[in-house]
């Protein structure tokens, strides 16, 4: 009896060291598993801000079809830039007119306006970042096509908002040629 005893306690001896192992191999694979989740989700983030980094829009006012004005209007009117050419990144919004920044960066924007000429309307739009006015485009010539652009490098944090408005009192146009037209891209994160 003493014999199945002490192979019933050796073999739990053994049995225990298994068990042991068993523990060790299974807390190292947890820590494996973990590192290669953390790994994915490093990966996922890095796939987002290169996302991120990758922003440019260019649209044109009208969308399709023969020669357009829009306004004059009494009061300044956001435009909204119907034929969108490029929107990697979705940051332009076509049914708004509004570009909100995806990222905090360095943004290039351009707009470029086109009239016909007559002494009543200016061709004129200025170009609004988050309310605040940062230039505008104005021509006002009372024969042929006048044209007006501008355009700068502004430094946006995510969210900021960038449109255009129509002057007040001013008239632009467009047909299917695109003369009218209002393009952005980041040019560097910060």
Do not use: C
């Amino acid at each position: 009896m003493e014999a199945v005893l002490t192979g019933i306690v050796a073999s739990l001896a053994v049995q225990k060291e298994q068990i042991t192992l068993l523990q060790k191999e299974n807390r190292e694979q947890e820590a494996k598993l973990k590192k290669v989740e953390t790994q994915k989700t490093e990966i996922e983030q890095l796939k987002q801000r290169l996302q991120a980094k990758q922003v440019a829009f260019s649209a044109s006012l009208v969308e399709h079809g023969g020669g357009t004005y829009t306004g004059p209007f009494n009061t300044e009117t956001t435009l909204i830039f119907k034929r969108v050419v490029t929107n990697i990144g979705n940051a332009y919004n076509p049914y708004t007119g509004i570009f909100t920044a995806p990222v905090r960066g360095v943004y290039n924007f351009e707009l470029t306006l086109h009239g016909h000429g007559d002494n009543a309307y200016p061709t004129a739009a200025r170009l609004f970042m988050n309310k605040e006015l940062i230039f505008t485009a104005w021509e006002h010539q009372t024969t042929l096509s006048p044209s007006a652009s501008n355009g700068g490098s502004l430094l946006l944090d995510a969210q900021d908002q960038v449109y255009v408005r129509l002057w007040a009192g001013g008239r632009i146009f467009d047909d299917y040629n695109y003369h009218t037209s209002f393009r952005g891209h980041l040019l560097f994160s910060m």
